[in-house]
T-cell receptor
Framework: RKEVEQDPGPFNVPEGATVAFNCTYSNSASQSFFWYRQDCRKEPKLLMSVYSSGNEDGRFTAQLNRASQYISLLIRDSKLSDSATYLCVVSRSNDYKLSFGAGTTVTVRA | GAVVSQHPSWVICKSGTSVKIECRSLDFQATTMFWYRQFPKQSLMLMATSNEGSKATYEQGVEKDKFLINHASLTLSTLTVTSAHPEDSSFYIC??????????FGPGTRLLVL
């Protein structure tokens, strides 16, 4: 079983729409959680960290459910520039190692 | 600006040759760096942890004799793919952590082995 699993999508949405997707992680000892964004042929870039209380950064809202071991990302008022692959990332311990999901592809159309 | 650089950004080589990829942290020291590999439409997979001044630690299934890692200074780690074969063609990315929640990724190196 993969450590981090995501729905690969793609999610094709019109501009202005809301899109949401989840990921699940298998290791209950995981301590830190992130959403990264990866554009085609580029390195991943941190979008936001995810906290148990949930957190929001502009149009992006992330939630963590430790009991069910899933993480969600919601994008409101989608922009064309939001088109990318979103990577769910989990860190097991304090050794800085990251485990990546395969990514969820989002395409926002005009 | 970039805080982690990688060189080269892409390389094409013949099967059997060795390829060296450099990862540099800019403006900060990194005693630990990570090397990842990403195949098309797949997740980044951690290959190894590069430790300054000591041996690298490799993830299960990664051949240490094939992927040589050297972390000779606090700002430079190198990954050498020895005797590269077409199945080694991939996107190689390094990263350097600056705390638990801050990890900087290099721009990646795209390797194509013919």
């Amino acid at each position: 079983r993969k450590e981090v699993e995501q729905d690969p999508g793609p999610f094709n949405v019109p501009e202005g729409a809301t899109v949401a997707f989840n990921c699940t992680y298998s290791n209950s000892a995981s301590q830190s959680f992130f959403w990264y964004r990866q554009d085609c042929r580029k390195e991943p870039k941190l979008l936001m960290s995810v906290y148990s209380s949930g957190n929001e950064d502009g149009r992006f809202t992330a939630q963590l459910n430790r009991a069910s071991q899933y993480i969600s990302l919601l994008i409101r008022d989608s922009k064309l520039s939001d088109s990318a692959t979103y990577l769910c990332v989990v860190s097991r311990s304090n050794d800085y190692k990251l485990s990546f999901g395969a990514g969820t592809t989002v395409t926002v159309r005009a | 600006g970039a805080v982690v650089s990688q060189h080269p950004s892409w390389v094409i080589c013949k099967s059997g040759t060795s390829v060296k990829i450099e990862c540099r942290s800019l403006d900060f020291q990194a005693t630990t760096m990570f090397w990842y590999r990403q195949f098309p439409k797949q997740s980044l997979m951690l290959m190894a942890t590069s430790n300054e001044g000591s041996k690298a630690t490799y993830e299960q299934g990664v051949e240490k004799d094939k992927f040589l890692i050297n972390h000779a200074s606090l700002t430079l780690s190198t990954l050498t793919v020895t005797s590269a074969h077409p199945e080694d063609s991939s996107f190689y990315i390094c990263s350097a952590p600056l705390g638990i929640e801050t990890q900087y990724f290099g721009p990646g190196t795209r390797l194509l082995v013919l």
